[in-house]
């Protein structure tokens, strides 16, 4: 009896304690799924953008003519004040939990991706799952402002788009907070980032007009993947650059292959790729092996494809494609950047401990424009489609 | 002498205008026959003791004895003899006709009426297939029901009366050699100690053999199925019927009696199973559904994606309550609805349904006090918590599902964690009659799990628990090939 009059005591208390530990209802929450910094070298300020969810029923979007999400601008000395005096125009505080995508602009990406990293990773609150991307123009940077038609939400949009394509085309890579913090800390990695920008009229794409048009007046995309050296962005590479690059860190899975030939084109489709890397670290050399399937999507062509040879000659010929697309990539950006955003210093560590610590004193002037990576694609065409050879063939046949 | 006896009854029952006195001479002797009008069926009377008494005038040679040629020749089957004034009392309030013949010399012949209704559907335990047959409030029909069932000698039974003004009779039903009579004894031993004015119902009698403050969930099962009892005494459990009340108890009770439900013999073992799953299901959901939404709205929105949090909010920002508040409200016009539901004649109960529904439905929306989602997480919640047809398990959920609120509703998700905590240890530290509540999970019942959330097939269920009885074998028997 005595144990019950407890118990009963006791959880009537607690419901005295609610709001004591860290309650908040979702009406006082503003969702914040996208933000954007910027950093003013004159006035040193960091300037950011942040888009907050404005909570009213998807249904209502239409009728109401309210926007479906609202941006937040504020500017300080610190990343904390700008983002805590967002209150002063906001009714609610913002909530960072929900965070999809963050992009940073060049300037901040320079000199105060150190401040960034440790503003992210340092709230509890924080998720580490949202993707960074670098805003290719300052313009961009308002790309998150941009009304979307098939999602309301453009950071969902934006995320979505980068999560897409790096399972079906792998032209961009696709990191999180962990990952960004990971390349910043480890002096054997370098930062390979994507990027967006903004194609068309931002001012236009702000209006309400963009999503009622069939085209849109602006839109925000998914740009190439950009290169750091030194925690410094260099540039941004080529689609086929970007794509070996991927392939190379082992993070490219599917993604479609044009093989010209003779007459025309044939495009293939390799799949469930992965990539084994063998660090050689005497003879100074990477060894990729890339397995996978592939099926053919395309064809403009005069081959025959009923035939078994004529398959183990496209085979042969797609792996060739395949290995000197990653070679040509490497050397591009061996030579042109000198950066080892392959993660080859890291390999060549995890391989010969000892032996690298000899080397790598002077890793960029010596060992790594040395390198060399022997590419070998073990890709099998396991499908091509339909019964028939191209449509051209069977017509001439 | 009988006179004298006559004299006390009648000062002891205030003169009862329901008890008759009559004499009749049978050769000059005297005999003083008493009755209870309310209790005897006079068509019997007249029937089997009036014209006996004339017959026997006829036959009655004086040289004998009268009382012996009454007890010889009377046409009825059930003859008390009877000897002093405690007996005759007994017997008039059980509708014996009583027969004072000389002193001391006094029989009890039964004419008893028959009160009780005649055999009926079960009410409240229906069921799609099996038996339809259920208790009523005769409790030598209800043996008989058992008894139908179990035709063996093994089926024995220990009668007591309980109720210094009641009197009521209960029989404490046992297999031999299949119960553990440790029960039994334990049962009377705590009856033994009782004194107690009435016992009406078999409720009552739960709680006078089990510590009603010990727990709150249900350790003694009440049914009004003769084959659920059955099945429970073939199992190695208790059953004990009481008179005047059709529902007999069962026990020692396990947590996945529960779950388990009479149509299940009816079901393919691989469909029961996903049944059985689902009911598990439900128990949880009915449990902690209402907790998890406060935790996660309130405290750990993280933890939502954010398409369900985006419709949350807007479904939540013309709600003027705190959540806690929110489904306390919802939970408390439900709870009063089923309570009203159950108590009004059942000419009214659609006229409840519709005001219900437009309470908790529509209008409440409408009017911003609750918001969408809690209807339907209250809904799912009511809806599961309809699964079980035991209701003090369901009075038992409701504490729990009141504690999982206010732990979400004091730290979130870390609350639901302790309440969950604090569930599961009281759940595996009760017993019910010394054993444990969470058989056949904790302590492992190989032979109970097969009967679990996973139902095996009836050939493959050939032992009875162990914790039950000694005599686990063969509850099932089949040829191997």
């Known amino acids: 009896m005595t144990k019950i009059k407890i118990l009963l005591v006791l959880s009537l208390t607690t419901l005295l304690l609610s709001g004591c530990y860290n309650y908040r209802e979702l009406s006082d929450l503003a969702i914040t799924t996208a933000i954007s910094i910027d950093y003013n070298e004159e006035n040193k300020n960091f300037e950011v953008i942040a888009q907050v969810i404005n909570p009213i029923k998807q249904q209502d979007v239409s009728s109401s003519g309210e926007p479906t999400f609202i941006n937040f601008t504020s500017s300080a ?9 967002i209150i002063l125009d906001s009714p609610k505080q913002l909530y960072g939990s929900q965070l999809q995508i963050l992009i940073l602009s060049k300037s901040v990406l320079e000199n105060h991706l150190a401040d960034v990293i440790d503003f992210f990773s340092r709230d509890p609150e924080m998720r580490s799952e949202f993707r960074i991307a670098i805003a290719k123009t300052d313009e961009s940077l308002e790309g998150i402002s941009l009304q979307t038609v098939l999602d309301n939400l453009s950071s969902s949009n934006i995320l979505d788009s980068l999560d897409k394509q790096s399972e079906i085309l792998g032209l961009s890579v696709n990191l999180t907070l962990n990952d960004l913090t990971n390349m910043y800390l480890n002096p054997y990695l370098e930062i390979v980032l994507p990027s967006v920008f903004v194609e068309g009229n931002i001012n236009e794409g702000e209006e309400r007009e963009n999503v009622t048009n069939t085209t849109q007046k602006a839109k925000i995309k998914i740009g190439t993947t950009g290169i750091f050296k030194d925690n410094k962005l260099l540039g941004f590479l080529s689609f086929d650059e970007s794509r ?5 860190r082992g993070d490219l899975e599917d993604t479609i292959v044009r093989l010209d030939t003779e007459n025309g084109y044939i495009v293939f489709e390799p799949n469930r790729i992965k990539t084994k890397k063998e660090s050689d670290v005497k003879n100074n050399k990477v060894k990729i092996t890339i397995d996978g399937f592939a099926r053919i999507k395309e064809v403009s062509d005069l081959t025959d494809l009923t035939s078994v040879k004529e398959i183990d000659n496209l085979e042969k010929k797609l792996n060739k494609k395949i290995e000197e697309m990653v070679q040509d990539a490497f050397i591009n950006i061996r030579d042109n950047y000198n950066t080892d955003v392959f993660g080859f210093r890291d390999s060549y560590y995890k391989t010969d401990y000892k032996l690298f610590k000899e080397i790598d004193k002077n890793w960029y002037d010596d060992i790594f424009p040395q390198l060399e990576i022997e590419v070998t694609s073990k890709i099998k065409l396991y499908e091509k489609g339909n019964t028939l050879g191209g449509i051209e063939y069977e017509r001439e046949n | ?34 009755y209870n009008e309310t209790l005897t069926d006079s068509d019997k009377l007249s029937d089997f003791i009036f014209r006996s008494l004339d017959h026997i005038e006829k036959i009655y040679d004086e040289n004998e004895f009268l009382y012996d040629t009454i007890k010889n020749n009377i046409s009825n089957i059930k003859i008390k003899e009877i000897k002093g004034y405690d007996d005759v009392c007994k017997y008039l309030n059980n509708g014996f006709v009583i027969l004072l013949i000389e002193d001391d010399y006094s029989l009890a012949l039964e004419v008893r009426k028959n009160l009780s209704r005649s055999i009926d559907k079960p009410m409240s335990e229906t069921t799609l297939r099996g038996p339809l047959d259920a208790f009523n409030e005769n409790i030598e029909t209800n043996i008989g029901l058992i008894k139908r069932r179990i035709k063996s000698n093994k089926l024995w039974n220990t009668d007591m009366e309980i109720g210094r003004y009641t009197k009521t009779k209960i029989s404490i039903l046992t297999i031999d050699g299949i119960t553990d009579t440790n029960i039994r004894d334990k049962i009377i031993a ?12 078999s409720s009552t009698l739960k709680y006078l053999i089990a510590d009603e403050m010990k727990t709150i969930f249900p350790t003694i099962i009440t049914t009004e199925r003769p084959d659920k009892v059955c099945d429970s005494l073939l199992n190695g459990r208790t059953a004990i019927v009481v008179d005047n009340c ?40 009915t449990v902690m559904t209402p907790g998890i939404y406060i935790a996660i ?35 408390l016009s439900f709870e009063i609805l089923r309570e009203s539901d159950l108590r009004i004649p059942n000419v009214s109960n659609s006229a409840l349904s519709i005001v219900g529904a437009l309470i908790l439905g529509e209008a409440a929306v409408n009017a911003g006090i609750v918001s969408p989602i809690m209807i339907i997480v209250e809904a799912v919640t009511a809806i599961s918590a309809l699964i079980f047809i035991d209701t003090e398990f369901i009075n038992a959920i409701k504490w729990y599902r009141l504690f999982f609120m206010i732990g979400a509703t004091t ?8 309440v969950f905590i604090f569930f599961v240890i009281n759940l595996c530290s009760l017993n019910s009659f010394g054993t444990p509540y969470m058989i056949p999970y904790t302590p492992i019942s190989l032979a109970g799990l097969k009967n679990s959330v996973i139902k095996f097939p009836v050939k493959k269920r050939t ?13 099932v028997f089949h040829d191997k090939d």
């Open chain 2, 463 to 475: 032992k009875r628990i162990k914790y039950l009885t000694d005599n686990i074998t063969r509850e």
């Open chain 1, 77 to 85: 000395l610190s990343l904390q004040e700008a983002f805590r005096t």
């Open chain 2, 1 to 34: 002498m009988n006179d004298k006896i006559i004299a006390k009854l009648k000062k002891d029952n205030n003169n009862s205008s329901y008890v008759i006195y009559r004499e009749k001479y049978i050769k000059g002797i005297k005999i003083n026959i008493i």
């Open chain 2, 297 to 331: 709205t309130t405290f750990n929105q993280e933890m939502l994606p954010l398409e369900f949090l985006t419709s949350f909010a807007s479904q939540r920002a013309s709600v003027p309550f705190p959540a806690f508040f929110e489904a306390l409200l919802m939970l």
């Open chain 2, 246 to 285: 059709p529902f007999a108890l069962i026990m020692p009770v396990f947590i996945n009696d529960f779950f388990v439900s009479e149509d299940d013999k009816d079901s393919r073992s691989i469909n029961n199973s996903l049944t059985r799953f689902l009911r598990y299901i439900a128990f949880f959901i």
């Open chain 2, 411 to 418: 730290i979130g998700m870390f609350g639901i964690f302790i």
């Open chain 2, 190 to 201: 705590s009856l033994n100690k009782i004194e107690i004015d009435k016992l009406t119902d």
């Open chain 1, 244 to 248: 070996a690059l991927n392939l190379i």
